[in-house]
């Protein structure tokens, strides 16, 4: 039997067995990486059409609390959001379930924005922002419009979804010592100009 193994035989063996865990990492990264840039995709079309329908709902509600916490156009924003990730096949982790809160916004000059934090079954916290008094600055082509710089007022939607990676559970065959992140946040931000 030692015989059979002193050949070229024995030696290919070996190669493959230490070849074997730099292949799988490889093949996990290649995997890994995909799934988060797809996931980054449906996350930015996710808000994009939070901040469309955002865009569209009415501002006479914004002094009155709705049922989950928010008025009931920006509890609207959440349910749409929510419905447009289950249609995108990610978890929703709860979301269409979260109670909204006045938040701080993420500029000084939108005070109008309310967060809703979820994190029922998906490995971290989903966090759903809505600010409908979003002023930004903008130039518009010359011609039609007038030279200069337009504010306009706008929604922001910002969704900061938890993405669970598979390569920390490959990559200790090649570095055991690696300490890789199980979860990180991938982050979308959409602006649409208010249209009401």
Do not use: H
């Not at 070229?8 to 995909?34: H, K, M, R, T, Y």
């Not at 709705?66 to 349910?79: E, F, L, N």
């Not at 978890?91 to 701080?104: K, P, R």
């Not at 306009?152 to 300490?179: C, D, H, K, M």
């Amino acid at each position: 039997m030692l015989a059979a193994l002193a050949g070229n035989e024995g030696a290919e063996i070996l190669e493959f067995a230490i070849s074997l865990p730099l292949l799988l990492v490889v093949a996990v990264g290649v995997f890994d990486f995909g799934s988060a840039f797809t996931v980054k995709q449906k996350v930015g079309n996710v808000a994009l059409q939070g901040a469309r329908f955002a865009s569209n709902q009415p501002t006479t509600d914004l002094s009155l609390a709705g049922a989950c916490g928010a008025p009931a156009s920006i509890c609207s924003v959440r349910d749409v959001v929510e419905s447009n990730l289950v249609a995108s096949r990610l978890n929703d982790c709860g979301l269409g379930t979260a109670t909204g809160t006045a938040g701080t916004p993420l500029s000084a000059i939108a005070p109008l924005a309310w967060n809703f934090v979820a994190n029922a079954g998906c490995g971290g916290t989903l966090t759903l922002t809505v600010e409908r008094g979003f002023i930004y600055t903008t130039t518009l082509p010359n011609p039609p419009f007038q030279a200069g710089n337009y504010t306009i007022e706008g929604t922001r939607v910002t969704l900061s979804y938890p993405y669970r990676w598979q390569f920390n559970r490959v990559v200790p065959l090649i570095a055991p010592a690696a300490n890789y992140p199980a979860t990180t946040q991938i982050n979308s931000i959409a602006i649409m100009q208010n249209l009401n």
